[in-house]
């Protein structure tokens, strides 16, 4: 797939130095865009910059999108924005969600207005598969939502309304992307709120049992960050007009439960430590705020947007794996 038409262009990434934002980076300028990348580093990390930092084209801004200035300095003079900057995590959220509210509400408020200020010409920006909340249709399509479980789940939701608003009253172009349990290199495996597959990646790299929160049928639409790349450089490029001020699922389509995950993972690492095939699997309660099941229904942005995953569930997790093995200790 080819995004000729972004070379020579300008695009701010916020959260710039996380897991999704740092990939999207790199994407961007292979593409030859000149990239600024917005980071406070409370999440993201300077290693996942590493190699890119030094390349022509790219520039670092070291600032909060809570300051309004911060926001304003940022924008100035982009052609596009990538927002990805967020308080993650449904349990920090349900823990701390005043920081979570700061962040992902007033912080997204300070993007839309600096970005309209700007004259940005579009704003595409990290929703998320919260906000269907306690939905129990399968699959999970994008005009059919639930209530909300989470403070997180809250957040993400009012940035979809306030993305409308903007685009209603002001004219800003906007498309939201709801993720469904992004994976792949340069994902944190460490600390209280690390996703599920870089935890147990280097749990069981490290021959500790994972803990499975719950019987582990619970399942989800695990997605490799390749295709969320795809994804946002589609609503980057996308001259469909029906497709702006859209939310679309980025997702595979495929349902995977946790315990079918955790053989994967298990059954992927012992090409490398055949060992790892006998460490244990452990159960823990439920985790509050988490929804049951998670599939989507990637139709809509099919057809007004071309997507086509690249990765499926299993493809996605051989290449996540060789990439924490060669940059994690615990296999050779």
Same mark, same amino acid.
């Given at each position: 797939?080819?995004?000729?038409?972004?070379?020579?262009?300008?695009?701010?990434?916020?959260?710039?130095?996380?897991?999704?934002?740092?990939?999207?980076?790199?994407?961007?300028?292979?593409?030859?865009?000149?990239?600024?990348?917005?980071?406070?580093?409370?999440?993201?990390?300077?290693?996942?910059?590493?190699?890119?930092?030094?390349?022509?084209?790219?520039?670092?801004?070291?600032?909060?999108?809570?300051?309004?200035?911060?926001?304003?300095?940022?924008?100035?003079?982009?052609?596009?924005?990538?927002?990805?900057?967020?308080?993650?995590?449904?349990?920090?959220?349900?823990?701390?969600?005043?920081?979570?509210?700061?962040?992902?509400?007033?912080?997204?408020?300070?993007?839309?207005?600096?970005?309209?200020?700007?004259?940005?010409?579009?704003?595409?920006?990290?929703?998320?598969?919260?906000?269907?909340?306690?939905?129990?249709?399968?699959?999970?399509?994008?005009?059919?939502?639930?209530?909300?479980?989470?403070?997180? @789940?809250? #957040?993400?939701?009012?940035?979809?309304?306030?993305?409308? !608003? %903007?685009?209603? +009253?002001? $004219?800003?172009? /906007?498309?939201?992307?709801?993720?469904?349990?992004?994976?792949?290199?340069?994902?944190?495996?460490?600390?209280?709120?690390?996703?599920?597959?870089?935890?147990?990646?280097?749990?069981?790299?490290?021959?500790?049992?994972?803990?499975?929160?719950?019987?582990?049928?619970?399942?989800?639409?695990?997605?490799?960050?390749?295709?969320?790349?795809?994804?946002?450089?589609? @609503?980057? #490029?996308?001259?469909?007009?029906?497709?702006?001020?859209? !939310? %679309?699922?980025? +997702?595979? $389509?495929?349902? /995977?439960?946790?315990?079918?995950?955790?053989?994967?993972?298990?059954?992927?690492?012992?090409?490398?430590?055949?060992?790892?095939?006998?460490?244990?699997?452990?159960?823990?309660?439920?985790?509050?705020?988490?929804?049951?099941?998670?599939?989507?229904?990637?139709?809509?942005?099919?057809?007004?947007?071309?997507?086509?995953?690249?990765?499926?569930?299993?493809?996605?997790?051989?290449?996540?794996?060789?990439?924490?093995?060669?940059?994690?200790?615990?296999?050779?």
């Amino acid at each position: 797939m080819k995004f000729e038409k972004l070379a020579g262009k300008k695009v701010l990434v916020t959260g710039g130095a996380g897991f999704i934002g740092s990939n999207l980076c790199e994407a961007l300028l292979h593409l030859h865009v000149k990239v600024t990348c917005l980071d406070n580093f409370s999440t993201g990390h300077y290693r996942n910059l590493n190699s890119i930092k030094n390349k022509d084209g790219f520039t670092l801004i070291t600032g909060d999108i809570r300051n309004l200035e911060t926001c304003h300095q940022a924008c100035k003079d982009q052609d596009y924005v990538l927002h990805e900057a967020a308080l993650g995590s449904v349990p920090r959220s349900i823990n701390d969600p005043i920081a979570t509210n700061e962040v992902n509400t007033s912080g997204f408020l300070n993007m839309l207005v600096a970005a309209r200020d700007a004259g940005v010409k579009r704003l595409v920006y990290a929703a998320s598969s919260s906000t269907y909340g306690d939905s129990k249709t399968l699959p999970k399509v994008e005009h059919s939502i639930g209530n909300p479980l989470s403070p997180y @789940a809250v #957040t993400k939701l009012v940035n979809e309304l306030y993305a409308d !608003v %903007f685009q209603r +009253a002001y $004219g800003l172009d /906007t498309i939201g992307l709801r993720y469904f349990n992004v994976f792949g290199r340069k994902q944190d495996p460490n600390g209280p709120y690390a996703a599920v597959i870089p935890k147990f990646v280097i749990q069981l790299m490290n021959h500790k049992s994972p803990v499975i929160n719950g019987d582990g049928t619970y399942s989800r639409d695990f997605t490799y960050i390749d295709n969320v790349i795809q994804m946002n450089l589609l @609503a980057l #490029t996308t001259d469909r007009r029906d497709a702006i001020n859209q !939310v %679309f699922n980025t +997702a595979v $389509g495929e349902r /995977t439960t946790l315990l079918e995950l955790t053989q994967m993972l298990k059954r992927h690492l012992t090409m490398y430590d055949a060992s790892i095939g006998d460490v244990e699997i452990k159960h823990g309660p439920n985790r509050e705020g988490d929804i049951p099941h998670s599939l989507a229904s990637i139709e809509k942005a099919r057809e007004k947007l071309g997507y086509q995953p690249q990765f499926s569930i299993e493809a996605g997790i051989s290449e996540a794996v060789k990439w924490y093995s060669k940059n994690y200790t615990g296999l050779n």
